[in-house]
């Protein structure tokens, strides 16, 4: 599993994942502190 977190963006953060099957489900969560909004 390591591997594949390691793949995502430095944007995100690894919560946890389940595999279920031939399913996998990860959750992610974002690693900034805030966002700037444009409008």
Not at 18 to 37: H, L, N, T
């Amino acid at each position: 599993m390591e591997e594949i977190v390691n793949l995502l963006s430095e944007d995100f953060k690894y919560v946890k994942h389940e595999i279920s099957g031939d399913r996998m489900m990860i959750w992610m969560k974002s690693a900034k502190k805030g966002v700037i909004c444009l409008y």
